[in-house]
Nanobody, 121 residues
Framework: QVQLQESGPGLVKPSQTLSLTCTVSGASITTSASHWTWIRQSPGKGLEWMSV???????YSSPSLKSRTSISRDTSKNQFSLHLTSATPEDTAVYYCYGRLYRGISRTDYWGQGTQVTVSS
């Protein structure tokens, strides 16, 4: 069973860097063709796709957040992390990590439970 678990501070001060980690169990983040993604949902808004790290270490971030967002991974710990600099109250959201795994022509998405992050002084 593949499981993902987000971790990180629940409260971040404005202008600080918001950093979250997703720990994956039951599958390796280097599994061929797999993608590992961060998404968030702000109060009253829809899901916002943020950043992805692929099985080969390549990354891509949303153009709207690219200047503030980076994603990294630690293959030894089977974790991937999100870093969002210069946090503002607008970054208050529930942050989710999810992984997409492929088996042949089928794919399955596995979600973390989400973690609330509030940006406030």
């Amino acid at each position: 069973q593949v499981q993902l678990q987000e971790s990180g501070p629940g409260l971040v001060k404005p202008s600080q860097t918001l950093s979250l980690t997703c720990t994956v169990s039951g599958a390796s983040i280097t599994t061929s063709a797999s993608h590992w993604t961060w998404i968030r949902q702000s109060p009253g808004k829809g899901l916002e796709w943020m950043s992805v790290v692929r099985y080969d270490g390549s990354t891509y971030s949303s153009p709207s957040l690219k200047s503030r967002t980076s994603i990294s991974r630690d293959t030894s710990k089977n974790q991937f992390s999100l870093h969002l600099t210069s946090a503002t109250p607008e970054d208050t959201a529930v942050y989710y990590c999810y992984g997409r795994l492929y088996r042949g022509i089928s794919r399955t998405d596995y979600w973390g439970q989400g973690t609330q992050v509030t940006v406030s002084s």
